[in-house]
C-alpha cells in the first residue's frame, strides 16, 4: 500500500461500476487489522500448508467463491458443534518429502513414517466425513482424496514408529539379522574367554569390551601390548592404552561385521524400495496433502467462529437499489473482555453514515468493525455479530490514522487529503469507504466545507461510506442531506467515561469542555471558553443533552418493557404448560378408573359365562330321575343367584356408561376434528411425530403408527400437528378460553417489523395475528421491507403454516413487496 491509506480488492476499475473480472485483492490487512485475524486463524491451524493458507487468506469478489467457503466454514462448524473431530497427520512440511521422492530420491526411515501418519490421518477423514450427508461439501473434499491404503500398509509393515526398518520388511533382511545376531553372539562369548583369561595376566587397562571401527576390541596396557596378539584399531589421547582385538576373534569379527554390511545393503534396498513407492504415488500424495490443508483451515475458520461467538453473514450480489449493509450487535473481533457491540443498517436510501462523538469513544473502533466484517464476510469466515448482511464489495477504502511524514514533507492534513484524493479515483458504486476524522487538521470552516463535499462526492457515486468527525458543521450537514444519516458515540454522563455504544439517528456531543474541567483545568478558563462559544452552538449543545437524557430514559424504559414482556410470556407459558398437565392428568385418571371397572365387569362375566357352562354340563350327566329333581332344585337356585349377579353387573355398566362416567369433554382445537389419514402429529410425552392410520372415532380415539406398532389413543392426548408451530397449536385451547375480547377501536392490524430479528418478528407476528383473530379483524398488514428477503422469507414461511391466516400476499401501494397482508379466517 505504501503511504497511501486505503485498500482496494483487485485492479483499478476502467469505469465507476464494478469490474466483475478483478484478478484477486491486494491489500495488506494493516490499516483494518486483518492480518491480525488471520494471525488468530493460523493458531488453529494443525499442518503446515493449512497455516499458511490461513495466514494467505484474502477476500474475493466471486459469489461463488465467497458462498463456498462461507459454506464449508459453516459446516466445520456444524461438525464441531456436534463434537466431531478430524485428524491430520504430524505437523511437518511434507512438500520437499515428497519432491524428493518424485526426483527418485531416498527417504529416511522417519520420513516414511511421518508420510504413512499422513495416510492415516487422511484414511480417517475420508472415513468419517464420508458418514455425514449433512456437510455435503467437506465430504465431497473428503472424496477427492485418494485411496492409498496399499502404501500405508507397505510402509506399516516395514518402519517401526521410531523410523526403524522392521525385520520382516523383507525375508533376505530377517535371514541377515538372524545371521548378524548369531555371529554377535559367539563373537561376545570368545571376547568374554579372552577377557578372563587376560584379567589374570593383569595386563588389562580396564576390564571391559568395547568397539572401535565396527570392530570388538579390549583396552590393554601399551607396556604390555606384546603379551596380546592381535590387531591394535586404536591408541588413547594418552598413549597408555591400546585397543586391541585378540587374534582368536578376529575371523568371527570378520563374519559378523560382513553380516552387518549386508543387513546395512538390505535396510537400503527396503528403504530405496519404499521411497520409489512413495515417488511413484507422488501426485496422488501432493492431492492428499491439498485435500487435508483445505479441511485443515475450513475446521480452523470453525474453530474461531466458535472462538469469537460468530454466525455466519449473508453475502449477496443485489441490484443497486436493493443494497443493503446490516450488522447487529457486531464485535470486534481483536477486542478482549466485555465487548459493547454497535449496530449499522445501511441501504440504498441511506448510504452515508456519520458518527460524532468524543475522543476514545468508540468512532474508530465502529469504523473498523464494519471493514474488517466485510473483509472476513468476503474471505469466507464467519462474523462476531447476532446477524450480518453484506453486498459484494469490489473494493474496501480506508483512510484511519495520522499519516504525517517528515521525510516526504506531509503533514497530517496533507496525509489525509493524499489518501482521501487516491480514494476518489478508486472508489465505484459496489465500495465500502472508510474515513477517520474527515475534515480534521485545518481551519474548523474550511475542513468542514471540504468535508461536506467529500461525503456528497461518495455519495453521487454510490458507494457506502462510514465516516468520523469532530466537526458539528458536518453534523448539521448530514442531518439536512436525504441519504445520509447521523450516529453518535457517548460518555456516561456520571462517571465521563466512554459508553462506546453507537446511536443512530442522533450527532454526538464532544464534551471537550467538561473533560477539561473534570482533568482540572481552572474553572475560570472553562468559563472562559463557554462564553466564547456562540448562542447557536450553546442552544445546540443543550438540545443534544436533552435528546441524548430523553434517548437513555426510553433506552431504559425500553429494556424494562421488554423484560417484562418476556417474563409476561414467559408465565404465561408455564401456566398454560401446568393447566394442560392438570386437564391431561385429570382425563387420564378418570379414563384410568373407568378402564379399570370395564376390565373387572368383563372379568365377573366371564365367570358367570363359565359357571352357566358348568351347569348345563352337569345337567347332562344326571342319571336318574331323583338325581334329576335334586339337581333342578340346585339348578333353579344357581340360576336364581347368577341371574341376581348378572342384573348387578348390568345396573354398574349402565351406571358407567352414563353422562356422570363419561370422558371430561376437553375442548378440542379444529385440527384435530379434520385429522386424516397420512397426517403426522406429536404425542404428549413422545419426542418424534407418528403418522395418522384412522381418522378420530366416535369415542374420540384416534389410531396412529408407533414406530411398527398400531394403537389407539384418545384425541386428548396430542399436542399438535407435526407441520404446525407448537405456539399456534397450544394457543388454539388458550384462545377460546378467554373472555375479554380485545375491541375494534383498539385493535392494531398493522406492524412494523423492520430492525428486529428473525425470532423477534416471528413473536410479534403471532402476538398481532392472535389479537387480530379475536377482534375480528378481516386482515393483517406486516411491513418488513425489503433487504435481503431475509426477513420477508421467514414471515412467509411462517404465515404458511398458522392455523389463522388463509393466504399471505404482497401489499399494495408504494409498500409493495415489502409488505405482506396475511388474510385471516
Known sequence: MGMHNFQRFGPKPTTRRRNDNLGGFNLGGRLLEFDKVREQLVSHAHTVVGAERARAMEPTCDLLEIATRQQETSEARQYLDDGGGLEFGPDQDFREILQRALLGGLLRGDELFAVRELLRAARFNRTELGRHEEIPLLSSVAENIPELGDLERAISGSISSNGEVLDNASPVLHNLRQDARNAQNRLNDIMDRNLRRLQRSDVLQEAIITQRNGRMVLLIKAEMRYRVPGIVHDVSDSGATVFVEPMPAIDMGNRWREARLAEDREVERVLRQLSGMVGLSGEDLMLTLDQMARLDLDIAKARYSKQINAVAPWVSEQAVQDRSLRLVRARHPLLTGTVVPVSIDLDRDQEVLLITGPNAGGKTVTLKTVGLLAMMAQAGMHVPADEAHFPIFDGIYADIGDQQ?????????????????????????????????????????????????????????????????????????????????????????????????????????????????????????????????????????????????????????????????????????????????VELAKANLVEESRQELQDRISGILDRLAKAERSLEAAELKQDSEAQARSAARSEIGSRQQMQAHRDEVREVQRALDSASWSPIEVERTPWQQTLKEGDRVYIRGIAQPVEVISPPDSQERIEVLLGTMRAKIPLYQLERKADVDPTAASQGVYLNSLSNRPSRRGLNTEVDLRGLRVDEALSRVDEVLNDASLGGASSVRLIHGKGTWALRTAIREYLNGHPLVLAAEDGEGAGGDGITVAELE
Open 405 to 581: 511524514s517528515i521525510s516526504e514533507s506531509l503533514s497530517t492534513f496533507t496525509s489525509h487529503i493524499t489518501n482521501v484524493k487516491g480514494i476518489m479515483s478508486r472508489a465505484t458504486v459496489d465500495s465500502l469507504v472508510l474515513v477517520d476524522e474527515l475534515g480534521t487538521s485545518t481551519d474548523p470552516e474550511e475542513g468542514s466545507a471540504l468535508a461536506s463535499a467529500v461525503l456528497r462526492y461518495f455519495q453521487n457515486i454510490g458507494s457506502f461510506v462510514v465516516g468520523t468527525t469532530h466537526h458539528r458543521g458536518v453534523a448539521r450537514f448530514v442531518q439536512d442531506q436525504p441519504g445520509m444519516v447521523n450516529a453518535s458515540v457517548d460518555l456516561d454522563p456520571t462517571s465521563l467515561n466512554p459508553t462506546y455504544h453507537v446511536t443512530l439517528g442522533l450527532p454526538g456531543r464532544s464534551y471537550a469542555l467538561t473533560i477539561a474541567a473534570r482533568l482540572g483545568v481552572p474553572q475560570e478558563v472553562i468559563d472562559d471558553a463557554r462564553t466564547s462559544i456562540s448562542p447557536v452552538e450553546q442552544a445546540t449543545e443543550g438540545l443534544l443533552q436533552e435528546l441524548q437524557q430523553e434517548r437513555r430514559v426510553v433506552e431504559e424504559l425500553r429494556q424494562e418493557a421488554e423484560l417484562a414482556r418476556t417474563e409476561s410470556v414467559r408465565m404465561q407459558r408455564e401456566l398454560d404448560a401446568q393447566l394442560a398437565d
